[in-house]
């Protein structure tokens, strides 16, 4: 069974602050992909990032950065900087060998001026 | 860039009424799904079509029908809407590339669905 757990239900923040939110997960497949997703306000889930079980490098786009650490079954998503406008709820989510994408329950985060 | 769109953001209707999601994309993809996301539940699947005329059940099928009759088009059927099934709905779609787990679910913006 596949399991995604986002310890973090909500994180206020303010502007300008560098914010990390945790994802741990369970598989018992040797090959999946990782995934975060963005859902602001509006309701749309935003595709973020896509990794691989076999790549642990870190990855980091602009503000974001991921942290990718299969010892600890870890993925792990910090925005440095934050803006108002990366307020919203982001999802980490898990796909294994079948078709099924795991999603973790989600973390609420809002930054504020 | 993929774009799924979803007949409507905000539907409300009666109990017993008989309610059509549609969602269609724009980029050939194979496979298509419906969601539904409800606060402290996160997503969970109701129903996917990896082709035209194919569907199965995902985590909670139960009350709901779909339909797939064209590749871009993907619909989700309450035959007789109740309370509980007022949610948020979630239509995706992904690409069949030869590997199931790599791929990347493309999402519209939702319907909100409210059953009076």
């Known amino acids: 069974a596949q399991k995604v757990t986002q310890a973090q239900t909500e994180i206020s923040v303010v502007e300008k602050e560098d914010v990390t939110l945790d994802c741990v997960y369970e598989?018992?497949?040797?090959?999946?992909?990782l995934f975060w997703y963005k859902q602001p306000p509006s309701g749309e889930l935003v595709f973020l990032i896509r990794?691989?079980?076999?790549?642990?490098q870190n990855e980091i786009s602009g503000r974001y950065s991921w942290n990718f650490q299969k010892s600890t079954s870890s993925f792990n998503f910090t925005i440095t900087a934050s803006q108002v406008v990366d307020s919203a709820v982001y999802f980490c989510?898990?796909?294994?060998?079948?078709?099924?994408?795991?999603f973790g329950k989600g973390t609420l985060l809002t930054v504020n001026p | 860039d993929v774009k799924v769109t979803q007949s409507s953001r905000y539907l409300v209707k009666r109990t017993g009424e008989k309610v059509f999601l549609e969602c269609v994309q724009d980029?050939?993809?194979?496979?298509m799904f419906w969601y539904r996301q409800d606060p402290g539940l996160g997503l969970r699947l109701i129903y996917f079509?990896?082709?035209?005329?194919?569907?199965e059940k995902g985590d909670i099928p139960e009350g709901y029908s779909v339909s797939r009759e064209k590749k871009e088009r993907f619909s989700l059927i309450l035959e007789s809407a109740s309370t509980n099934q007022t949610s948020m709905y979630l239509c995706?779609?992904?690409?069949?590339?030869?590997?199931?787990?790599?791929?990347?679910?493309?999402f519209g913006p939702g319907t909100r669905l409210l059953v009076l």
């Open positions: 598989t018992r497949d040797t090959t999946y992909y």
């Open positions: 995706a779609s992904s690409l069949w590339n030869g590997a199931v787990y790599q791929e990347t679910q493309y």
């Open positions: 079509s990896y082709d035209v005329k194919m569907k």
């Open positions: 989510a898990l796909r294994g060998s079948n078709y099924k994408l795991t």
């Open positions: 980029m050939d993809h194979e496979n």
């Open positions: 990794r691989n079980s076999f790549d642990e």
